[in-house]
């Protein structure tokens, strides 16, 4: 998997930039605590960078998870829908939220790499 982060704590997997899965990075899992509730994006819509796409639900709060790049959502995770908890448990895998269609790949470049991100969340 060849992820990039936001520096709203998304990641998305850039190396299918026609179905790039999006998620929470565990520094925004953690931060929000236990997840209890998601609402996912309709398949279809589409959203610029930096829109909100989702809703996450913790215990603590309720958090934004915004669209890493501009783009049209071709999937949702339903499994997440149904057992929100799967985020506290894996969110750089089973928990991912969505699949976009990425307009413009080129928009990858304004995102952190691993190693940035992580000087970023600390």
């Given at each position: 998997?060849?992820?990039?982060?936001?520096?709203?704590?998304?990641?998305?997997?850039?190396?299918?930039?026609?179905?790039?899965?999006?998620?929470?990075?565990?520094?925004?899992?953690?931060?929000?605590?236990?997840?209890?509730?998601?609402?996912?994006?309709?398949?279809?819509?589409?959203?610029?960078?930096?829109?909100?796409?989702a809703?996450?639900?913790?215990?603590?709060?309720?958090?934004?998870?915004?669209?890493?790049?501009?783009?049209?959502?071709?999937?949702?995770?339903?499994?997440?829908?149904?057992?929100?908890?799967?985020?506290?448990?894996?969110?750089?895998?089973?928990?991912?939220?969505?699949?976009?269609?990425?307009?413009?790949?080129a928009?990858?470049?304004?995102?952190?790499?691993?190693?940035?991100?992580?000087?970023?969340?600390?």
């Amino acid at each position: 998997m060849s992820v990039k982060f936001s520096r709203e704590h998304q990641w998305i997997d850039t190396a299918t930039p026609e179905a790039a899965r999006v998620g929470i990075t565990p520094f925004a899992q953690d931060t929000l605590g236990d997840i209890v509730f998601v609402e996912l994006p309709a398949v279809g819509k589409s959203f610029a960078a930096g829109e909100v796409a989702a809703i996450v639900e913790s215990v603590k709060t309720a958090a934004d998870v915004y669209m890493p790049v501009a783009g049209t959502i071709v999937a949702v995770n339903e499994a997440l829908r149904a057992d929100p908890a799967l985020a506290n448990t894996d969110p750089l895998g089973a928990a991912w939220f969505f699949t976009v269609q990425v307009a413009d790949p080129a928009e990858f470049d304004a995102l952190l790499d691993d190693a940035a991100y992580q000087a970023f969340a600390t």
